[in-house]
């Protein structure tokens, strides 16, 4: 199975802020990456696909980047609705893993 | 666009069977891809289950194969999880969720969620 760890497990910021949160595949994942937000107490949601397509609804302060192995979510202007906790995903292949998870906190 | 509504999730003692179902409405359910993922109490996602459109391809998490059976009615746009053997760690919320178009594959729209709970 292709393991994802995601980094930092845990970040604060402030509304205005730019933040990074990495994703490292333990090989190739041929761009088949994906990030969700999850709020507590409701689904995930899709943000971004095949690494850097942004889904039909999101604002663009969001953005996916990378390549081989490792991939970015940039959230640019922290909005307060934006305070969740985000996951990647791989889907090169199956099982369809997920990320550990980052909790995004309100400095 | 595609809303999903799962049912079916409650309390189960551990051995014993439960089946999961998501109604799918909206845009054609039958040309979508659909899976099973779930998140047990204060913990992450889990991908457990895929289905392709026409049900004649379907994969499983090891840590569920040979216990749970995904299978899909595109006459009456429902998707079902059979889960059989429950066990402890069994307990969590299961989401299902469409598969989106296109060359790569992705989980687009999801239900809210149904509850599991694995005990004696």
Redesign the interface.
Known sequence: ?IQMTQSPSSLSASVGDRITITCRASQTIR??L?W?Q?KPG?????LI??TS?L?SGVPSRFSGSGSGTDSTLTITNLQPEDFATY?C?Q?HA????????TRLEIK | QVQLVESGGGVVQPGRSLRLSCAASGSSFSSHGMHWVRQAPGKGLEWVAVISYDGSDYYYADSVKGRFTISRDNSKNTLSLQMNSLRSEDTAVYYCASQGYGSFYYLDYWGQGTLVTVSS
């Open positions: 199975d761009a088949s994906n969700y999850q409701k689904a995930p949601k899709l696909y095949a397509s889904q996951y995903q889907s199956i099982p369809f893993t997920f990320g550990q998870g």
